[in-house]
């Protein structure tokens, strides 16, 4: 077997998403000792400007950590944020580096149920990026009211503060539940912090993780099981 790839893990937004990512990749590792799992070098940078205000110049501090990735010896890159995706493509031409798109895999996930309409719980930039991509797979999507869009990020930002308690699961739950009632065939977490609080025990569609599917693709990548991702020309 060839060596595999080492993965490079654009972290922080926030640190607990990274962690739970971090955890999922460890998970999906058939590994039976410890020289079988991959190495992963991360930068845990909460300092990357918040991606949900106007005119973040998140873009550039996500540029030079990738860079500084590939100099630590990182093959390929994923980044465990939806929204921070929006910059995918100036990560990867100022690093030189592939990125394993979380918001393709979510949307591959979301399509495999045969779902017709997927419901996001995202930010506006997310829920943009998702509209694309589930597009690209003939795929409708369901936001949110404006009202309950405003609910989930005040949520968000409570989870980001650490509040993992019963009052923001069940305000998450209800969210996921108001998507179902306007048609939502799935529920896409498009935020990386939605699935702390939300799982598929919470509702009665197919939930989607999209971090999870990352680290299993990104386990999958690594180890010569998929091809690497190109380039953007």
Do not use: W
Not at 30 to 45: C, S, T, Y
Not at 144 to 152: P, R
Not at 199 to 213: M, W
């Amino acid at each position: 077997m060839s060596t595999p790839l080492t993965l490079g893990v654009l972290g922080g937004m926030g640190p607990a998403a990274t962690l739970d990512f971090l955890q999922k990749l460890q998970a999906y590792t058939p590994a039976k000792a410890d020289q079988d799992h991959l190495r992963v070098l991360v930068d845990i940078n909460p300092r990357v400007p918040d991606r949900n205000t106007s005119g973040s110049l998140a873009g550039p501090v996500l540029a030079e950590m990738a860079g500084a990735l590939r100099g630590a010896g990182a093959d390929v890159l994923a980044m465990p944020c939806n929204t921070a995706h929006a910059d995918a493509s100036l990560i990867q031409r100022a690093s030189g580096l592939p990125l394993i798109d979380l918001i393709e895999a979510g949307a591959s996930a979301a399509a495999a149920t045969g779902a017709r309409r997927a419901g996001v719980l995202g930010t506006k930039g997310a829920l943009k990026l998702y509209r694309e991509y589930l597009a690209a797979h003939a795929m409708g999507l369901i936001p949110l009211s404006a009202a309950s869009q405003e609910t989930f990020m005040t949520l968000l930002y409570r989870i980001k503060a650490g509040d993992l308690g019963p009052e923001v699961r069940q305000g998450m739950a209800a969210l996921a539940k108001e998507l179902i009632a306007e048609g939502a065939e799935a529920v896409i977490a498009g935020c990386t912090e939605a699935p702390l609080v939300l799982g598929p025990a919470d509702i009665r569609v197919e939930f989607i993780d999209p971090a999870d599917q990352l680290a299993r693709r990104c386990v999958a990548v690594c180890l010569g099981m998929e091809p690497v991702p190109a380039l953007p020309g």
